[in-house]
């Protein structure tokens, strides 16, 4: 499980948008396996029935968190982290950082299947045929999720290039 550990955190952050929340999920869903391993059909993929259920449980654990919101409940604030570029120069690493955040905050603004699919395919190195068998859609559908979050990302991000 250490394998996959930062792999898990990674996608139900991705989600969550929240440390905290990202980690509760990452425990909770070494838990299910660890007490229910039999759960596990070798059909698929060990990492793609991983990757299914932390997207199940930090999916939920957004949803919850959404209406908890809609009725008033209290929220904390989510940061966004941005490498440094220790080689870059001043103006340059400003412009960087600015357009990091810019990204990052796009990204959030996504609706969550367009996200956990950048995530899938652009952090974990995901085909799309592992992606859709993770969400548990068509290839066709995985790909169309892709191009609509690369577009809308592109539309609005195009003023700041």
Same mark, same amino acid.
């Given at each position: 499980?250490?394998?996959?550990?930062?792999?898990?955190?990674?996608?139900?952050?991705?989600?969550?948008?929240?440390?905290?929340?990202?980690?509760?999920?990452?425990?909770?869903?070494?838990?299910?396996?660890?007490?229910?391993?039999?759960?596990?059909?070798?059909?698929?993929?060990?990492?793609?029935?991983?990757?299914?259920?932390?997207?199940?449980?930090?999916?939920?654990?957004?949803?919850?968190?959404?209406?908890?919101?809609?009725?008033?409940?209290?929220?904390?604030?989510?940061?966004?982290?941005?490498?440094?570029?220790?080689?870059?120069?001043?103006?340059?690493?400003?412009?960087?950082? $600015?357009? %990091?955040?810019?990204? +990052?905050?796009?990204?959030?603004? !996504?609706?969550?299947?367009?996200?956990? #699919? =950048?995530?899938? *395919?652009?952090?974990?190195?995901?085909?799309?045929?592992?992606?859709? $068998?993770? %969400?548990?859609?068509? +290839?066709?559908?995985?790909?169309? !999720?892709?191009?609509?979050?690369?577009? #809308? =990302?592109?539309? *609005?991000?195009?003023?700041?290039?």
């Amino acid at each position: 499980m250490l394998r996959y550990e930062e792999r898990v955190y990674r996608l139900a952050y991705r989600i969550l948008l929240r440390a905290e929340d990202a980690r509760d999920t990452a425990q909770e869903v070494f838990l299910s396996i660890w007490e229910n391993p039999q759960a596990y059909r070798p059909t698929a993929e060990f990492s793609t029935w991983l990757y299914r259920i932390t997207l199940n449980r930090a999916i939920g654990r957004w949803r919850r968190r959404r209406v908890g919101e809609f009725l008033s409940l209290s929220r904390g604030g989510d940061e966004i982290e941005v490498e440094s570029d220790p080689d870059g120069q001043p103006d340059r690493e400003a412009e960087r950082t $600015e357009l %990091l955040q810019s990204l +990052e905050t796009e990204i959030q603004h !996504l609706p969550v299947h367009q996200r956990a #699919t =950048l995530h899938l *395919r652009y952090k974990e190195d995901l085909p799309v045929k592992a992606i859709a $068998e993770t %969400l548990r859609i068509s +290839e066709k559908s995985a790909e169309s !999720l892709l191009f609509r979050a690369k577009q #809308t =990302l592109r539309a *609005r991000l195009k003023d700041l290039k």
